[in-house]
């Protein structure tokens, strides 16, 4: 390491050590490539074509009905998209040999693993939750929609992001856990669709599972968890949404926890 | 030469599903050597380089690299070596430079110029030069190795560990990164491992030689290439070569005497027990003989092809 004598040397240590690196990388592959933006256009474009179909029909709607149509296609098929996003996240750099790599370098194993989680939940909230959340809060005010207020529906957008997390996270975690792609794809969609086969069998699973986070519990349309609270009404149970925040928790260290005596 | 251990290990050892991928392994690699890692596929090279690197972790044993034990301070080991792994990959969607860039800043915050002025001096090394804005996707298999070669420098390590450096390089490609490797040492120590035994001859200075997972041979290389059955005399005679060869055949020191006969030339290889008295008398009793011209004397040297072949085939064990 003689010769380096005209440098700054990095200096973080433990588990932070290689992190700053590794998470300026994860957010440029989201940043400084053409992914933001074409997948905040998709999502955009989706969610607020559906939604503009129910407030501009000409055929009147409430309050609840906006927002729960809002809030299927906002809380169905963005985890979709994560799902896909995600399940080469970490399995794709094992078997490419990229993650050994990068591991030969002064990098610790929890930094890998958090720069593969941080950059894309950034990523992910903000183009398929904030940015269509904004232009869909803008298409509600215009169409006079009476949301409780710009906070209460803030908070649904979390909800939908704790969605989204959870989907994430579980992938993210399969990815760990398996060098099978269709493993790390094929569960959380199952997961993601088999929900409602569940809750239609043990109709007490509706408090936790995040299906009901964003559509509907029952057979009518209202009723799931972030559209009620965009609305201001308290939602049929907090169950969900204490469950998911707990899984994002789990998953997430469960990835880190296995990830370091993984062999590269 | 500086004898300071990099690389140490102590019955290093990795099983895989009951299978030993690696026998247990004790090895030291001094400060400022070229050492050579040789054995056929499936060996154990790459499991003990990516044990070194704690890419894996030992089933049993242990190695320090620098003083420092390769599992518990593994990071900090890492801070001091440059790896090229056996076939490189990096981010398709980054640039030669981007490349160099990403892998410069896990070492450096900077300055930016003194970072810009190394990876110059890296491409440059590694002749990509003019590749600077190509994507990886884009390079060849022996420009993919070149990058592999300049990103595992650019920190100007003090362990560079390479897995076959040279095996998707052209003649004059290897030739340019023996150089390299020679150029080097004065800075660094080379462990690497490779197929090409000509390479290894060229530029080793100490050679380990694995066979089904075990260090089958290991030392010098000059102590290598001198073999291991014993001290072995070729000579070469003009003429009535007969009566010599009677009278040295008869001696005690002398454990077998084979001939043939080439152009009109007698061809000998001693082999001998005592090598001073060997080299006191042999070329002295085959002179008493009026009748016979030696046209060629010396002790028999093998090329490293020679004695891996023997090892890998034979079994042998030089140490």
Not at chain 2, 113 to 128: C, N, Q, S, T, Y
Not at chain 2, 144 to 150: C, N, S, T, V
């Amino acid at each position: 390491m003689s010769g380096n004598s005209g440098f700054e040397l990095v200096q973080e240590q433990g588990w932070r050590r290689g992190l700053r690196n590794l998470m300026r990388q994860g957010l440029a592959s989201w940043w400084k490539t053409s992914t933001w933006w074409v997948q905040a256009l998709i999502w955009t474009g989706v969610i607020n074509f559906i939604l503009a179909g129910v407030l501009w029909s000409g055929q009147g709607f409430d309050v609840q009905e906006a927002l729960s149509f809002y809030a299927i296609f906002a809380g169905l098929f963005p985890p979709i998209a994560v799902i896909i996003i995600m399940q080469d996240v970490v399995i794709g750099e094992k078997l490419s040999g990229t993650a050994a790599w990068l591991l030969s370098k002064p990098v610790s194993r929890t930094a890998f693993i958090l720069s593969k989680l941080v950059p894309n939940a950034v990523g992910v909230t903000a183009t398929m939750v904030l940015f269509p959340g904004l232009v869909a809060f803008a298409q509600m005010t215009v169409a006079d929609v009476p949301i409780a207020s710009p906070l209460h529906f803030l908070a649904g957008l979390g909800i939908f992001t704790l969605n989204l997390w959870f989907y994430l996270t579980l992938t993210l975690m399969l990815g760990v856990l398996s060098n099978s792609r269709a493993a790390a794809i094929a569960i959380p969609l199952g997961v993601a669709f088999g929900q409602q086969y569940l809750i239609g069998m043990i109709p007490a699973l509706q408090q936790v599972l995040p299906w009901t986070l964003s559509l509907p519990p029952g057979q009518e349309l209202g009723g799931a968890v972030a559209p009620s609270v965009m609305a201001g009404v308290a939602p049929f149970s907090w169950g969900p949404l204490i469950f998911v925040s707990v899984c994002v928790v789990v998953f997430s260290i469960v990835s880190v926890w296995r990830f370091q005596d993984q062999e590269l | 030469m500086n004898a300071i251990p990099i690389i140490q290990t102590h019955e290093l050892s990795k099983t895989y599903d009951g299978v030993e991928a690696l026998k247990p392994l004790d090895l030291t690699v001094t400060a400022n050597s070229i050492f050579g890692f040789l054995g056929p596929n499936g060996a154990g090279k790459t499991t003990t380089m990516k044990l070194l690197l704690g890419l894996i972790r030992p089933t049993h044993g242990s190695a320090t690299i620098f003083g420092m034990d390769s599992v518990r301070q593994s990071p900090d080991i890492r801070a001091r070596i440059g790896y090229l792994p056996q076939d490189p990959r990096f981010y398709e969607h980054h640039t030669v430079w981007e490349t160099l860039d990403f892998t410069a800043h896990f070492f450096f915050k900077g300055p930016a110029e003194a970072i810009k002025r190394r990876i110059e001096e890296m491409l440059d090394l590694v002749g990509l030069e003019g590749k600077a804005d190509r994507k990886v996707r884009m390079l060849s298999g022996g420009e993919r190795q070149r990058l592999g070669i300049a990103q595992a420098q650019v920190n100007y390590p003090d362990l560079l560990i390479l897995d076959e450096p040279a095996a998707s390089l052209d003649p004059l490609g290897r030739r340019d990164v023996l150089e390299v490797l020679h150029r080097l040492r004065k800075h660094t120590t080379v462990f690497y491992s490779t197929h090409i035994l000509d390479d290894v001859q060229k530029v080793s200075d100490t050679v380990a030689i694995l066979n089904h997972g075990a260090l089958a041979a290991y030392g010098p290389i000059e102590t290598l290439l001198a073999g291991s059955g014993g001290v072995i005399y070729t000579v070469t005679l003009k003429g009535a070569s007969e009566p010599a060869r009677a009278r040295i055949a008869t001696c005690p020191w002398v454990k077998d005497l084979q001939t043939s006969e080439r152009d009109g030339l007698a061809h000998w290889t001693v082999a001998v027990s005592d090598e001073i008295t060997a080299e006191q008398q042999l070329l002295r009793l085959i002179l008493e003989d009026a009748g016979v011209t030696v046209t060629g004397f010396g002790r028999k040297r093998y090329d490293l092809e020679e004695v891996f072949t023997n090892i890998v085939e034979g079994g042998a064990h030089v140490r």
